[in-house]
């Protein structure tokens, strides 16, 4: 397994199973109890993959080109009949709240934006040194462009 290629679900705190995490926002210069000071929020390189039963390209790509009109900043979505993926920066505290925020993506807007009922199968979150790095290396995601709603 690469370093940041997976998403733990293990360790640090045990919660019953379907309660989340509270994401919350700090202030540059706020701190949390204790008086340490406040991490500062990082940049993530998401890419969300889902899955499911065949449906019309022309309604998958309508759904994925209003995701991305309601969230500019997804980067580039690509998509087949059956599957799709989607790419773009997170900006949060740590990795397990940019997992958070990817893992809802789908389910909440998927009503919304008309987008097909697939599952996630698929996450990716690494942090903005480990992307440029791959890329430099010539291995990993290349940079997304075009940027869009692209077939595969």
């Known amino acids: 397994m690469r370093p940041g290629a997976a998403v733990s679900r293990g360790g640090g705190t045990s ?22 000071p406040a991490e500062q ?17 022309q309604e998958v790509r309508r759904g994925l080109e209003q995701l991305a009109h309601d969230h500019p900043f997804l980067l580039t979505s690509r998509y087949a009949g059956d599957h799709a993926e989607i790419r773009y920066w997170e900006e949060a505290r740590d990795l397990h ?39 430099a290396e010539g291995y990993g995601p290349l940079p997304a462009t075009p940027v869009g709603v692209h077939p595969f």
Do not use: K, N
């Not at 309660?19 to 919350?24: D, K």
């Not at 929020?41 to 390209?57: D, K, M, Q, Y």
């Open 97 to 135: 709240d940019a997992a958070a925020v990817a893992l809802r993506l789908w389910g909440e807007h998927r009503r919304t934006a008309g987008l097909p009922p697939w599952e996630i199968v698929g996450l990716e979150v690494v942090d903005r040194e480990t992307y440029h790095q791959r890329v």
């Open 41 to 57: 929020p990082r940049l993530w390189h998401v890419t969300l993959s889902v899955s499911g039963g065949e449906a019309p390209l």
């Open 15 to 36: 919660r019953p199973l379907g309660e989340e995490r509270a994401l919350t926002s700090v202030a540059a210069g706020d701190s949390y109890g204790g008086g340490e």
